[in-house]
């Protein structure tokens, strides 16, 4: 009996978020199904975001004999997107769109229309969803501008984590001291951040980059014994060109702040692999992680820094609560607040809302934190064991599982066996 055919269409071999939750998606795929489905994969672009991620992490060379290129000959039972929902559309017998969502509060009406071309939407977290459902629209007839109907969701949506791969992301009693040049930095308490620096004036970029990097000054400037803020960011990509933009956005902000006495902040710039991540964050100078996001439709970096059994310090709001025990994590209150014009763009709209924190708590749990440390070391551990045990690439396995379950069973083209047929013999005529 021939086998069901499934294409994915992801981003899997670019250098980005997206692109890692795409891989693990495909490989969790890959392990359920490999024995029932033909499994192919139709590799895209993921914004500006540079490509080449497989051909650096050969463990990852698997995918590529799932790889197709040019259209599609016939209709697949499965078609799988991994991609923004306003790109969903029907094209095999049954359609799956995985997405992480936004960061807001709201999405956009056509992503909402893209849910709907499904037949089953995955998205990273309880916030994600709630965003869908929260955001309705009027669709209004463009000739006769008279209202049509609502625009609201209608295809069923499930939540499915980004489990963490516990083989790379875990606790090292000895990590390499020289990845990142960490060890050549005089401090010996250094917060950390990681992710990208996006568009937006300061305090309004998604990941809040610029208004950590004030903060930080302000609450230590001028203090004797000062930590050191290490920031693994980029703007797009691993260019000089890059680098050279982001020191130039911390200088200004230092030169903002009415002082000379400031604590360092350090880059960490470029391309690291899975595992040299694991190593910078069990660095023994690297004593906490630090995020004043606006928001996240998971928040992988945290989770996958939770195995460090670090303190974590990052806002209450958005996708990373559902994996961060708020008994166990430390996390700053704040308002929502709408998405500012400099951040805005064609899908975080202007109306929708996000997180803000509240500055003054900002600067006292970096200040309580950084003087007393040990107050805080046990919730990092037990966030740690509550990560490992309920957020692994196994346990989302198990959760994709379920999902697939729902996919209807497809007609099979069959071979048919005719009976075998005698020979008849003819009598055999005379001409007359």
């Known amino acids: 009996m021939s086998k069901n055919t499934c294409v994915i269409y992801a981003p899997v071999d670019t250098l980005s978020g997206y692109g890692s939750r795409a891989r693990d998606t495909v490989k969790s795929i890959i392990q359920l199904k490999k024995d029932e489905w033909d499994i192919k994969i139709i590799p895209c672009a993921w914004g500006n975001t540079p490509t080449g991620f497989i051909e650096e992490n050969p463990e990852w060379k698997f995918l590529e ?111 390499n001291k020289e990845i990142g040049a960490l060890n050549t930095i005089p401090e010996d308490f250094c917060y950390l951040f990681v992710g990208h620096w996006l568009q937006g004036d300061l305090g309004e970029d998604r990941k809040n980059v610029g208004l950590l990097i004030k903060a930080f000054f302000e609450t230590f400037k001028n203090k004797k014994n000062k930590p050191a803020l290490v920031l693994k960011t980029s703007i797009i990509g691993p260019s000089y060109m890059d680098r050279d933009e982001v020191l130039k956005r911390i200088h200004q902000i230092r030169n903002t702040v009415n002082s000379k006495d400031l604590p360092n902040v350090y880059l960490l710039h470029g391309e690291f692999t899975d595992a040299e991540m694991n190593e910078i964050y ?33 806002t209450n709001w958005s996708g990373h609560l559902d994996f961060l025990n708020t ?106």
Not at 88 to 111: C, H, M, R, S
Not at 290 to 301: I, Y
Not at 366 to 387: I, P, T, W
Request: aromatic share 10%.
């Open 282 to 314: 069990n660095h023994p100078k690297v004593k906490a992680m630090v995020s004043l996001t606006k928001g996240e439709g998971f928040g992988r970096p945290l989770l996958e820094f939770t195995q460090s059994k670090k303190p974590i310090l990052t």
């Open 65 to 175: 004999p799932h790889f197709i290129t040019g259209q599609l000959t016939s209709q697949p039972d499965i078609f799988i997107w991994i991609t923004i929902p306003s790109e969903f559309q029907k094209v095999g017998k049954y359609n799956i769109g995985i997405t992480a969502g936004l960061e807001t509060n709201i999405v956009p009406g056509d992503w909402v229309e893209g849910c709907n071309r499904m037949d089953l939407v995955l998205v990273s977290s309880e916030h994600s969803k709630k965003a869908f459902l929260d955001s309705k629209y009027q669709k209004m007839n463009e000739q006769t501008k008279q209202v049509e109907g609502i625009v609201e969701l209608k295809t069923p949506m499930e939540v499915i984590f980004e489990g963490m791969d516990l083989d790379i992301y875990k606790h090292l009693d000895k990590p």
């Open 327 to 432: 008994g166990f994590t430390t996390l700053v209150p704040g308002t929502l607040t709408n998405v500012h014009p400099s951040a805005a763009n064609q899908w975080l709209m202007k109306e929708a809302q996000w997180f803000s924190p509240d500055t003054g708590r900002v600067g006292h749990y970096l200040k309580d934190m950084f003087e007393n440390y040990k107050d805080y070391v046990d919730g990092g551990k037990r966030q740690a064991y509550h990560s490992k045990q309920n957020f692994s690439f196994e346990k989302m396995t198990e959760k994709m599982d379920e999902y697939l379950k729902r996919i209807p069973e497809f007609p099979k083209q069959v071979q048919l066996k005719l009976p075998q047929l005698k020979k008849i013999e003819l009598p055999k005529l005379n001409k007359v």
